[in-house]
């Protein structure tokens, strides 16, 4: 028996004699036996799954698992390419609000020099020009309105004011050269105007209010010295000369409100912090680009119509 | 010596799927690992359900892997026992707060039962509490040593570390053992 020295206070040789009373702790037979019956159950019940595993493979299983070494690095490639594609797609899209400093910028800047590159139609790049510098102008006012000190914040704005500028400027000579591509027909039609003008019939129409003014007054004098039949004849030439005028006026807008004007004009407004102006006066460049051939040609006609009339009132003068 | 030879057996059988190998190997260990999960867990009844499931685990090991890490069936057994609890404690602890680590494990009735039918159930069940003070390693040597009758080499197989390591090991452990009974406060 085993004794402690004094109550539960023992040396080491007391200690382990007592531990060594723990071997007394055992199952219970009952329990053992029963268990071990459920094990060898288990037991023979997986070996025999194991022979099944070993059992001749048949030729339609022995074909399955061909195909599956063949499907497996396909659907592997196919996950990995979607996984790509669909993580840049994501990321695009995370970084489409993102402004300089933020980690997405990059990815942001990185997709639209993508963008760029993989365009080879001259006029869509003048519209994804026009979108960058839109996005370079939301992104200046979105660093200027942050409230975070940011030491940097200075010389971001002054490298996106000049990204934007660089934008403008490449769409600017972008339109120009589709302009000198488109020039022939237009040429021809400036000639007509340029000789409309040599005539000195009605070219001022072309140009300032100030010029109409000046053919009415010499309307004024016709009408002194003429009868009541030619006056009334001047008056309706008058009106027509009028009609004139104000169509001619019209034309004169319409060629002025070109694309690479709309762009200067935008220019302007984000020189003076008026950043939801830049973006408006560039969309508004942006619808113009589609008519820099076509529209350009239309607004031609219009003027030939003009000087067609113009020329005719002139003679009836 | 012999022991040995007859674990090396064993194992060649059983990774054979001998089913006679594993009902000797049961008959065997059975008790010692018995025992040693009795003292880590909180009942009677997790103790039996441990236990099966540490046999049928080895079973499957033996046939799915080679036994180079653990050197012999009985070492295999216990490390397979040691993994067993450190789940069920894992399990348990969502919906029991008593962790491996606290040392304190209630024992219910029915282990209590076990205790006093002891021979000197009294010094036996004072053990059995302070046993349970100690930490995990410093308990797992002290019943692996004298209760299981481990040798060092056997030990350091299934803690996984050299000899002198088990020994330091299960000198201090001794001792703080020693210092816990003395009523003197132990340093983990």
């Keep these: 028996m085993v004794r402690f020295a004094h109550k539960y206070n023992m040396d080491e040789k007391d200690l382990i004699k007592n531990l060594e009373a723990f071997k007394e702790i055992k199952p219970r037979e009952e329990w053992k036996t029963f268990q071990r019956e459920i094990l060898l159950k288990q037991v023979s019940g997986s070996r025999e799954g194991t022979n099944l595993e070993k059992a001749p493979m048949s030729l339609f299983t022995l074909l399955l698992q061909r195909l599956q070494y063949l499907t497996q690095p396909m659907m592997a490639v196919f996950l990995i390419a979607a996984i790509i594609l669909g993580g840049g797609f994501m990321s695009v899209y995370a970084s489409k609000d993102s402004i300089p400093g933020d980690s997405l910028y990059i990815a942001k800047i990185l997709n639209e020099k993508t963008q760029f590159v993989l365009t080879f139609n001259e006029e869509k790049k003048v519209h994804l020009g026009l979108t960058y510098a839109g996005n370079r102008a939301k992104e200046i006012k979105e660093l200027m309105q942050t409230d975070n000190v940011n030491k940097n914040k200075g010389d971001q704005v002054e490298k996106l004011v000049s990204d934007f500028k660089k934008e403008i400027n490449n769409a600017k000579n972008r339109i120009s050269r589709i302009n000198k591509e488109k020039e022939l027909p237009i040429t021809t039609d400036e000639k007509i105007i340029e000789e409309s003008i040599d005539t000195g019939v009605f070219s001022a129409n072309l140009k300032k209010d100030e010029q109409g003014i000046e053919i009415s007054s010499s309307k004024v004098d016709l009408i002194k010295e003429e009868d009541v039949e030619e006056v009334i004849n001047i008056e309706k030439t008058s009106t027509t000369s009028e009609e004139v005028l104000a169509t001619s006026s019209e034309a004169t807008l319409e060629i002025e409100s070109n694309p690479e004007q709309a762009i200067l004009e935008a220019q302007d407004l984000l020189e003076n912090q008026d950043f939801d102006g830049t973006l408006s006066k560039l969309e508004e460049a942006d619808d113009l680009i589609d008519q820099v051939g076509q529209g350009e040609v239309q607004g031609t006609s219009t003027s030939i119509i003009i000087e067609e009339e113009a020329t005719s009132t002139g003679e009836n003068l | ?188």
């Design chain 2, 1 to 188: 010596m012999a022991k040995a030879t007859q674990d090396k057996q064993l194992y060649k059988r059983l990774k054979k799927k001998d089913k006679e190998a594993f009902i000797e190997a049961y008959d065997s260990y059975l008790d010692d690992i018995y025992r040693f999960v009795f003292f880590k867990v909180s009942s009677q009844a997790d103790a039996e359900d441990l236990s099966s499931y540490i046999f049928l685990k080895a079973w499957d090991y033996v046939q799915n892997n080679n036994l180079k890490d653990y050197k012999t069936l009985k070492a295999l057994l216990y490390k397979i026992a040691r993994n067993a609890i450190v789940d069920h404690y894992r399990k348990n602890s969502k919906t029991n707060n008593q962790s491996l680590d606290d040392g304190k494990i209630d024992i219910k009735d029915e282990k209590q039962d076990l205790v006093e039918s002891l021979v000197n159930k009294d010094n036996v069940e004072f053990l059995l509490k302070k046993i349970n003070e100690l930490k995990d390693e410093y308990r797992d040597v002290l019943i692996l040593r004298y209760v299981n009758e481990l040798n060092v080499a056997e030990i350091a197989n299934v803690i996984g570390k050299n000899k002198g390591n088990v020994r330091v090991i299960i000198y201090r452990a001794t001792k703080a053992l020693r210092d816990i009974t003395e009523g003197n406060s132990i340093k983990n």
